[in-house]
């Protein structure tokens, strides 16, 4: 038996073109195998791909729009000089795998206070890890119930959730804050389990069945949130990786340690301080997959299921979602200088040194130079639309392709027509119609031939009246001689001669008397 083919086959060719790389939103996202990451005569060169299919990027130190360098992926070499290079622009690198894991992350090298980092590991005994926690998941819940109540309009998991937030600000401790965080949260992902997933039709008969349903955030696999086995589970593993790595250089851009948390514990390979950080904007990390996934349909092969039934990401969705980094970080950057001041509050310092500085927001920045000190909205990266039918991608505002839309337009014409003769043959309509049929009739009995004028006949409304009725409004036509619009329609096309009563009417409006005959 021959094997299914599921990845399409490129024939190689040495004279096939690069591709360019350049940022989208400042990010660039590098995939495949045999990836290069170097320094040539000063220039950050960028390569990467998959067999023949080779993309290269080249950015000068002077004008370019770099601020992130997503590499997907463990094949491959970056040099020193490449590292320091992003450095020095201030530029963070940032390594990702497809299910949703930091494999490592580097940014810009801060200047820091080694007291803020002593008092974040002083926080237990001090109370101050308790305030942090509060307010974290207060952050978070509210974002949740704004979920519920706004985007799933779920008025009852939104009251659970409210109710847990209010609970935890009165919690004694970081493990009761925990309990209400689960107790919020099962509440929370309950609402989300019915959510049907939408895919193109020509896509649909290769979509196993598991995934046209959001189900439940735990994977079979594990037991947990890793390894999910649906597409929208593995978008919200991959976009919380990119959370997490922008939590990380918020924390260490501000002189704090990443690893020490107060919310999750201590455990060997992970910033436990960066997902407590992360945790106040997980919700709109949500809210983003949520707009994407209820009015956007997802690409089969944008996801890859492998034998054990773990969902991955192909690289083509993964490199979009790649360029929402930026939104992540306007995110979590005041939520990392609120923990910085309320650590700062706590050191004994020189009494000039009221704040730590705002290096994320710059909001001191403004406020001394007169502006407000709220932080800027950045770019919004959108969704990408695909036709609903061949999954092509489309301009902003479509719908439909060009080839689908005129099957689509043509079933919503046939769909149309027949809901309109439904709702001619109602009792209502027929009621409305034979009404009008008796006044018409009446109205016809009623007029004599006498009452015309001998100039008007036939061959003068053809010849002088039709032609000119062109000029005239349909509703004008419609209003004078108190018949449908439809009708006036067709009087004023001259698909139709109306009865001779109303000719001299019509000859009113259009300036045609017997003088002019």
Same mark, same amino acid.
């Given at each position: 038996?021959?094997?299914?083919?599921?990845?399409?086959?490129?024939?190689?060719?040495?004279?096939?073109?690069?591709?360019?790389?350049? =940022?989208?939103?400042?990010?660039?996202?590098?995939?495949?195998?045999?990836?290069?990451?170097?320094?040539?005569?000063?220039?950050?060169?960028?390569?990467?791909?998959?067999?023949?299919?080779?993309?290269?990027?080249?950015?000068?130190?002077?004008?370019?729009?770099?601020?992130?360098?997503?590499?997907?992926?463990?094949?491959?070499?970056?040099?020193?000089?490449?590292?320091?290079?992003?450095?020095?622009?201030?530029?963070?690198?940032?390594?990702?795998?497809?299910?949703?894991?930091?494999?490592?992350?580097?940014?810009?090298?801060?200047?820091?206070?080694?007291?803020?980092?002593?008092?974040?590991?002083?926080?237990?005994?001090?109370?101050?890890?308790?305030?942090?926690?509060?307010?974290?998941?207060?952050?978070?819940?509210?974002?949740?119930?704004?979920?519920?109540?706004?985007?799933?309009?779920?008025?009852?998991?939104?009251?659970?959730?409210?109710?847990?937030?209010?609970?935890?600000?009165?919690?004694?401790?970081?493990?009761?804050?925990?309990?209400?965080?689960?107790?919020?949260?099962?509440?929370?992902?309950?609402?989300?389990?019915?959510?049907?997933?939408?895919?193109?039709?020509?896509?649909?008969?290769?979509? =196993?069945?598991?995934?046209?349903?959001?189900?439940?955030?735990?994977?079979?696999?594990?037991?947990?949130?890793?390894?999910?086995?649906?597409?929208?589970?593995?978008?919200?593993?991959?976009?919380?990786?990119?959370?997490?790595?922008?939590?990380?250089?918020?924390?260490?851009?501000?002189?704090?340690?990443?690893?020490?948390?107060?919310?999750?514990?201590?455990?060997?390979?992970?910033?436990?301080?960066?997902?407590?950080?992360?945790? /106040?904007?997980?919700?709109?990390?949500?809210?983003?997959?949520?707009?994407?996934?209820?009015?956007?349909?997802?690409?089969?092969?944008?996801?890859?299921?492998?034998?054990?039934?773990?969902?991955?990401?192909?690289?083509?969705?993964?490199?979009?979602?790649?360029?929402?980094?930026?939104?992540?970080?306007?995110?979590?950057?005041?939520?990392?200088?609120?923990?910085?001041?309320?650590?700062?509050?706590?050191?004994?310092?020189?009494?000039?040194?009221?704040?730590?500085?705002?290096?994320?927001?710059?909001?001191?920045?403004?406020?001394?130079?007169?502006?407000?000190?709220?932080?800027?909205?950045?770019?919004?990266?959108? =969704?990408?639309?695909?036709?609903?039918?061949?999954?092509?991608?489309?301009?902003?505002?479509?719908?439909?392709? /060009?080839?689908?839309?005129?099957?689509?337009?043509?079933?919503?014409?046939?769909?149309?027509?027949?809901?309109?003769?439904?709702?001619?043959?109602?009792?209502?309509?027929?009621?409305?119609?034979?009404?009008?049929?008796?006044?018409?009739?009446?109205?016809?009995?009623?007029?004599?031939?006498?009452?015309?004028?001998?100039?008007?006949?036939?061959?003068?409304?053809?010849?002088?009246?039709?032609?000119?009725?062109?000029?005239?409004?349909?509703?004008?036509?419609?209003?004078?001689?108190?018949?449908?619009?439809?009708?006036?329609?067709?009087?004023?096309?001259?698909?139709?001669?109306?009865?001779?009563?109303?000719?001299?009417?019509?000859?009113?409006?259009?300036?045609?008397?017997?003088?002019?005959?």
């Amino acid at each position: 038996m021959a094997a299914t083919q599921t990845v399409p086959q490129v024939v190689p060719s040495r004279n096939l073109p690069a591709e360019i790389v350049e =940022p989208r939103h400042g990010v660039v996202t590098l995939f495949g195998y045999g990836i290069r990451i170097q320094v040539e005569r000063g220039h950050l060169v960028l390569k990467d791909g998959i067999g023949s299919q080779r993309r290269e990027g080249r950015f000068s130190r002077i004008e370019n729009n770099l601020k992130r360098l997503v590499v997907i992926g463990s094949d491959g070499a970056v040099s020193l000089a490449a590292l320091r290079w992003l450095a020095d622009r201030d530029a963070a690198f940032v390594m990702l795998d497809r299910i949703g894991s930091v494999l490592a992350t580097t940014g810009p090298v801060r200047p820091s206070d080694a007291r803020l980092r002593r008092a974040q590991a002083l926080a237990n005994e001090s109370g101050i890890a308790l305030q942090i926690a509060r307010e974290l998941i207060s952050r978070k819940l509210i974002g949740q119930e704004l979920v519920l109540r706004e985007k799933l309009h779920d008025l009852i998991g939104a009251d659970e959730v409210k109710q847990a937030r209010i609970s935890l600000t009165t919690a004694p401790t970081i493990a009761l804050i925990r309990q209400w965080e689960a107790k919020a949260a099962l509440a929370y992902w309950f609402a989300w389990r019915s959510i049907p997933i939408n895919f193109p039709q020509r896509d649909l008969p290769r979509v =196993p069945d598991h995934w046209r349903m959001f189900g439940t955030r735990k994977s079979p696999i594990t037991g947990s949130p890793r390894l999910a086995v649906n597409p929208p589970n593995a978008m919200l593993n991959y976009l919380y990786a990119l959370l997490e790595s922008e939590s990380r250089l918020a924390l260490a851009a501000l002189g704090l340690d990443p690893g020490i948390g107060v919310i999750h514990v201590d455990t060997p390979s992970r910033d436990s301080f960066a997902c407590d950080l992360m945790e /106040a904007a997980r919700p709109q990390v949500d809210g983003y997959v949520l707009d994407w996934i209820t009015s956007e349909p997802l690409r089969r092969e944008w996801f890859f299921e492998q034998r054990d039934g773990n969902c991955r990401l192909m690289a083509s969705i993964a490199v979009r979602l790649s360029e929402t980094m930026p939104m992540w970080g306007w995110a979590v950057a005041p939520v990392a200088e609120w923990i910085s001041r309320v650590l700062w509050s706590t050191l004994k310092k020189p009494a000039r040194q009221v704040y730590p500085a705002t290096r994320l927001t710059q909001s001191r920045r403004r406020e001394a130079s007169g502006g407000s000190s709220i932080q800027p909205i950045g770019a919004i990266t959108r =969704p990408l639309r695909i036709c609903r039918t061949c999954g092509v991608a489309l301009k902003s505002g479509d719908s439909y392709c /060009a080839a689908c839309g005129v099957n689509f337009s043509r079933e919503g014409l046939i769909k149309a027509a027949r809901l309109g003769r439904i709702a001619t043959h109602t009792p209502k309509a027929e009621a409305l119609r034979g009404a009008t049929q008796r006044r018409q009739a009446a109205a016809r009995k009623a007029w004599k031939p006498s009452e015309k004028p001998e100039w008007l006949t036939e061959k003068v409304y053809r010849e002088k009246i039709m032609p000119r009725l062109a000029q005239i409004m349909v509703p004008t036509i419609s209003s004078v001689l108190a018949v449908s619009e439809p009708y006036a329609t067709t009087i004023r096309k001259g698909k139709c001669i109306p009865h001779p009563r109303h000719w001299l009417t019509l000859s009113g409006i259009v300036d045609v008397g017997n003088g002019s005959v």
